[in-house]
Structure formats: C-alpha cells, structure tokens
C-alpha cells in the first residue's frame, strides 16, 4: 500500500501564496512512486494550482465539497464542480463537525457525493478530549465510521480513505496534547475491527489508514512506524515548507 502524506492548508494563504508554495514544492521533489503526496489548499486556490500541478509528483485535496451536484444551494460547491480538479476530498474534518455543525448523516452524503464525482474522500474521525476521559472512544469511532460510510456501497470501500485524528491532538485545539503511538495503535486496530465486522476483513485490510495530530517533521517517523498507519494528514506543519518536505523525506525513508 502507499504511504499518504496530505498536507490541510485549512484557511490559510492566498491564491498568490498558495501558488508560490506549490511551485517550491513541486521544484524540491522527485517523483515518489510510494509515497503519494497531496495537498488540500482553499477552494478559491484549486482552480488555478489544477493548471500549475504536476500530477505525477503532487496531488490536490478539496477541504470540503457539497452533497448535492446541483441547485439551488448559495455559497456551496459541489463535488460535480470539484470532478477533475482535485483527486481527493478531506470530509467530516473535526472543525467541520464542532464549528460548522456537521453531523455524521450530512458527512455520510459527502462521502458519496465525492465518490459519485470520482474523489476519493478523507473521511476524518476522532474523539475529543472529554470523550476520551469519559471512556467513549470505542463508541465515538465507532459511530463516526459507520455513520459517515452508511452510503457507501461494499464494492466502494476501497476507493474510502479513513484518517484517525484525535480532536484533542489536533494543534488549533486550546492545549493540544501529543498522542502517543501506543495510544494511536490502539484505535487503528478498532478502526480495523469496525471495518472487518462491516466489509468483511479482507476488504478492510485495504483501506489506508491516516493518522493526523500535531503531526512535524520530528514525530512523524514514529507516527510512520505505528502498526496499521498508511500515512499522515498534517495541518500546522504543512505550512512550512521545508517541514513538509521533511516529512515525505522521512516517508520515504522509514517506510521503504
Ligand atoms: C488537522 O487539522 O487536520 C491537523 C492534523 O492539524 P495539526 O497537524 O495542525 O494538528
């Protein structure tokens, strides 16, 4: 399986900004044919770095989508819209569901709505920290895996990716914490178990795996190495360039 590294711009940079950054980017790296490196810019940006991207070395996320292709929806853009700009589609994020309102019924309909529309979703799950505390975690994943894939047909399964991100690792979040790669483990093997029990294990076996968190470039080889991990969805550190590029180095190397 290949290793994901996906870098969430969130809202941040201007189209200039973000153009500027891919042109760097794209200069510092070699075609990996493992290691799929993709970036999720703001929406005003997909269109013009579409033009400027070099596929074969980097790939472009939506960081949200609408379910619907069509209609009456002011100030959404669909799926539809997003076809053949972006390969893939962050959905569900957490600050998505804690600011915005998402709840697992409208993430489920994204889901596919992008896989209608030929993107791959990120499907993006975690517990907060209060969760957590509370003993809740094996219910949250639960319930967020199988209410944001309860539109997915089996057959499409393999075209989901699912990424693990704890609320309270993610660095926006007053007081974040760093996971442990123990802690990690431990919901990835839930994850698969949810997955094995829905799709039947082999099927779950393919689908990649994304742990995100306070991911930088000096964790991210233990995060790597954790069993079940396909690979990282990073936020703050995505921002800077030369600790992005570190990071899908150390991709490459520890997972050669
Ligand atoms: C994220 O928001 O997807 C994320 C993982 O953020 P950060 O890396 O900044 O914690």
Same mark, same amino acid.
Request: charged share 25%; hydrophobic share 40%.
């Given at each position: 399986?290949?290793?994901?590294?996906?870098?969430?711009?969130? &809202?941040?940079?201007?189209?200039?900004?973000?153009?500027?950054?891919?042109?760097?980017?794209?200069?510092?790296?070699?075609?990996?044919?493992?290691? %799929? /490196? +993709?970036?999720?810019?703001?929406?005003?940006?997909? =269109?013009?770095?579409?033009? =400027?991207?070099?596929?074969?070395?980097?790939? !472009?996320?939506?960081?949200?989508?609408?379910?619907?292709?069509?209609?009456?929806?002011?100030?959404? +853009?669909?799926?539809?819209?997003?076809?053949?700009?972006?390969?893939? *589609?962050?959905?569900?994020?957490?600050?998505?569901?804690?600011?915005?309102?998402?709840?697992?019924?409208? +993430?489920?309909?994204?889901?596919? *709505?992008?896989?209608?529309?030929?993107?791959?979703?990120?499907?993006?799950?975690?517990?907060?920290?209060?969760?957590?505390?509370?003993?809740?975690?094996?219910? /949250?994943?639960?319930? =967020?895996?199988?209410?944001?894939?309860?539109?997915?047909?089996?057959?499409?399964?393999?075209? /989901?990716?699912?990424?693990?991100?704890?609320?309270?690792?993610?660095?926006?979040?007053?007081?974040?914490?760093? *996971?442990?790669?123990?802690?990690?483990?431990?919901?990835?093997?839930?994850?698969?178990?949810? !997955?094995? %029990?829905?799709?039947?294990?082999?099927?779950? %076996?393919?689908?990649?795996?994304?742990?995100?968190?306070?991911?930088?470039?000096?964790?991210?080889? *233990?995060?790597?190495? /954790?069993? @079940?991990?396909?690979? &990282? !969805?990073? @936020?703050?550190?995505?921002?800077?360039?030369?600790?992005?590029?570190?990071?899908?180095?150390?991709?490459?190397?520890?997972?050669?």
């Amino acid at each position: 399986m290949k290793t994901y590294i996906v870098g969430n711009w969130k &809202l941040n940079f201007t189209v200039g900004e973000s153009s500027i950054y891919l042109h760097k980017l794209l200069k510092s790296l070699p075609n990996y044919r493992d290691t %799929e /490196v +993709v970036v999720a810019p703001s929406l005003i940006a997909l =269109q013009p770095l579409s033009l =400027q991207i070099d596929r074969h070395k980097v790939k !472009l996320a939506a960081q949200n989508g609408f379910y619907r292709d069509y209609g009456a929806f002011t100030g959404e +853009v669909s799926f539809s819209q997003l076809r053949g700009l972006v390969d893939y *589609a962050i959905i569900g994020h957490s600050e998505r569901r804690y600011i915005l309102r998402e709840d697992d019924k409208m +993430v489920a309909k994204k889901v596919a *709505a992008a896989i209608r529309n030929k993107v791959t979703p990120i499907l993006c799950i975690g517990e907060t920290e209060s969760e957590r505390a509370f003993g809740e975690t094996a219910d /949250v994943i639960r319930d =967020q895996l199988i209410g944001g894939l309860s539109e997915v047909a089996d057959d499409d399964l393999h075209k /989901v990716i699912i990424a693990y991100e704890p609320v309270w690792a993610i660095s926006s979040t007053k007081a974040a914490k760093i *996971a442990t790669p123990d802690e990690i483990s431990e919901v990835v093997k839930m994850i698969r178990k949810v !997955l094995g %029990e829905t799709y039947g294990e082999k099927p779950a %076996e393919n689908v990649p795996i994304l742990f995100g968190g306070s991911v930088n470039a000096s964790n991210a080889g *233990a995060y790597l190495t /954790v069993p @079940g991990v396909n690979g &990282l !969805l990073i @936020g703050g550190s995505s921002l800077i360039l030369n600790e992005f590029t570190d990071i899908i180095e150390t991709a490459k190397r520890v997972r050669a």
